[in-house]
């Protein structure tokens, strides 16, 4: 199994967890409104607990997200060369690359703020500080995975055929007349 593989499999399991997470706040924000509203009984402190859960469970998916290209990209230089093409793509990496590895260092930063001023939620007290490590973690995890697919597209910028044409076919080339499942 190549690294990237290794790599998605990972990340699969870490949104698995995020999934999961919000599965479960989804069940549960259920069972209070329900509580709420037909017996008057709601469940105290829900959206201290509810938000310590959306943070972690998004962090979680972010590793996934960018270990499977599952972002938001716009190609404009399509009918360029294929190595201007795979060019840019490598520098959208790289810019995104120092945005995560920025991030990741003010994540650091604001987790340590919370831990030192001993920041508590709302209506339960609760120490904020774990969740946001949690989510620091699955951020600067998500670094060294853009480093891997940073490197990979910088390989195939360099090299000496177009990378794209070995790909897979996508859903519009598997389907000539139009993708029948839009």
């Known amino acids: 199994m190549s690294a ?3 790599t998605q499999r990972m990340a699969g399991y870490l949104a698995g967890f995020g999934l999961a997470a919000m599965v479960a706040l989804a069940c549960v924000t ?3 409104i329900l509580g709420r509203e037909l017996f008057n009984v709601p469940i105290d402190g829900f959206s201290d607990v509810g938000d310590l859960i959306i943070i972690a469970a998004a ?3 972010f590793p996934a997200s960018i270990a499977n290209n599952q972002h938001v990209a ?4 399509g009918m360029l060369h294929w190595r201007i093409r795979e060019s840019l793509d490598a520098l959208g990496h790289l810019a ?3 945005i995560l590895a920025l991030m990741a260092w ?3 930063l604001y987790t340590q703020d919370l831990y030192a001023n001993g920041q508590t939620t709302w209506l339960l007290y609760i120490p904020v500080w774990p969740v946001w490590l949690l989510a620091t973690f699955f951020i600067v995890l998500c670094v060294p995975i853009k480093a891997l697919m940073f490197a990979i597209k910088l390989a195939g910028a360099c090299g000496k055929h177009d990378p794209e044409r070995n790909a897979l076919p996508t859903a519009d080339e598997n ?3 139009g993708n029948p499942l839009s």
């Open 4 to 6: 990237i593989q290794q």
């Open 59 to 61: 962090a979680a998916c």
């Open 175 to 177: 389907f000539p007349q």
């Open 74 to 77: 716009v190609r404009f230089a």
């Open 106 to 108: 003010q994540l650091g």
């Open 30 to 32: 259920i069972i209070d």
């Open 96 to 98: 995104m690359l120092v």
